[in-house]
Nanobody, 120 residues
Framework: QVRLVESGGGLVQAGGSLRLSCAAS????????MGWYRQAPGNERELVAS???????RYADFVKGRFIISRDSAKNTVDLQMNSLKPEDTAVYYC??????????????WGQGTQVTVSS
């Protein structure tokens, strides 16, 4: 079992910055990829950025050059630095961790989400 707790969301003006943090607990040694997703009202949940255990990252096109994902294996955290925020970045942001279940298959663990609101 892996538990994820997000923090750092809030209200910010367009052009501003926020930093989201996700703390993992439980079977943390089994975690492979971690990432951030978001879901706006009426939309499907979408990938924002992800990072492998080895530190390789990838970003959705709509955040490239503005957001940075980082992972601290010693602290069991994954952060998302969000810069140059736009109103269209408004959404609930979710942390995800991928880890194998005790009997083998990979499983997606999700945090409870944190609201990010960008005002124009």
């Amino acid at each position: 079992q892996v538990r994820l707790v997000e923090s750092g969301g809030g209200l910010v003006q367009a052009g501003g910055s926020l930093r989201l943090s996700c703390a993992a607990s439980g079977r943390i040694s089994s975690i492979n990829d971690m990432g951030w997703y978001r879901q706006a009202p009426g939309n499907e949940r979408e990938l924002v950025a992800s990072i492998t255990r080895g530190g390789s990252d990838r970003y959705a096109d709509f955040v490239k050059g503005r957001f940075i994902i980082s992972r601290d294996s010693a602290k069991n955290t994954v952060d998302l630095q969000m810069n140059s925020l736009k109103p269209e970045d408004t959404a609930v942001y979710y942390c995800k961790a991928v880890a194998p279940l005790p009997w083998g298959p990979q499983f997606d663990y999700w945090g409870q989400g944190t609201q990010v609101t960008v005002s124009s």
